[in-house]
């Protein structure tokens, strides 16, 4: 199994920046892709961002050029760093993890951006 925490959410003004954290442990080398999603209240839950095991990256439309993904292997830890906030960017945050053993979901994270 793999266990995500997500850390690093809270409250910023719009045009602000967060930098969201997911620590992985467990069967970290059966993971093929690490990623982000994100549901707002009433929504579905999107796609946000992943990068897989071989370093392909990969973002959503609406977050390009705004969100980066990044990694530390050394900490199994996966990284969102979003810039230039926009209210709509308001959401939970989940960080998943697709691995040969099943797909894992972290317990989410607020992320409120106000206007």
């Known amino acids: 199994q793999v266990q995500l925490v997500e850390s690093g959410g809270g409250l910023v003004q719009a045009g602000g920046s967060l930098r969201l954290s997911c620590a992985a442990s467990?069967?970290?080398?059966?993971?093929?892709?690490i990623g982000w999603h994100r549901q707002a209240p009433g929504n579905q839950r999107d796609w946000v961002a992943s990068i897989t095991s071989g370093g392909n990256i990969n973002y959503a439309d609406s977050m390009k050029g705004r969100f980066t993904i990044s990694r530390d292997n050394a900490k199994n830890t996966v990284y969102l760093q979003m810039d230039s906030l926009k209210p709509e960017d308001t959401a939970v945050y989940y960080c998943?993890?697709?691995?040969?053993?099943?797909?894992?979901w972290g317990q989410g994270i607020q992320v409120t951006v106000s206007s």
């Open positions: 467990g069967s970290t080398s059966t993971i093929n892709t």
């Open positions: 998943k993890a697709a691995t040969m053993l099943g797909t894992y």
